[in-house]
């Protein structure tokens, strides 16, 4: 019932940034929790960062902390990642999840949007 369709992604060079969204279908955006994973090539997919239904709680993995930013707006049901200071390393599928708690596993998570990809060159 609840589809999620991330946008925003592209290439970047090091050190830009790219802000990610994901607007959601459900009048009961505010309801879930909200996550962000990513897949690179030949790797399982990974936690990035998640929020609270209110968005008074986050939660990032330490490979993106102090760079990444999530946020969400309840009132236009759409959740965001602002990315900034990109690193290779950060190349992948980008996927936002829904789910009834703030979590970091893929598991935990009931709904799943089909991805962006970002690209960043060196």
């Known amino acids: 019932q609840v589809q999620l369709v991330e946008s925003g992604g592209g290439l970047v060079q090091a050190g830009g940034s790219l802000r990610l969204s994901c607007a959601a279908s459900?009048?009961?955006?505010?309801?879930?929790?909200m996550g962000w994973f990513r897949q690179a090539p030949g790797k399982e997919r990974e936690f990035v960062s998640a929020?609270?239904?209110?968005?008074?709680?986050?939660y990032y993995a330490d490979s993106v902390k102090g760079r990444f930013t999530i946020s969400r707006d309840n009132r236009k049901n759409t959740l965001y990642l602002q990315m900034n200071s990109l690193k290779p390393e950060d190349t992948a599928v980008y996927y936002c999840?829904?789910?009834?708690?703030?979590?970091?596993?893929?598991?935990?998570?009931?709904?799943w949007g089909q991805g962006t990809q970002v690209t960043v060159s060196s």
């Open positions: 929020i609270r239904w209110s968005g008074d709680r986050t």
């Open positions: 459900t009048r009961t955006f505010a309801n879930f929790a």
């Open positions: 999840a829904a789910g009834p708690f703030l979590a970091t596993l893929k598991s935990e998570y009931d709904y």
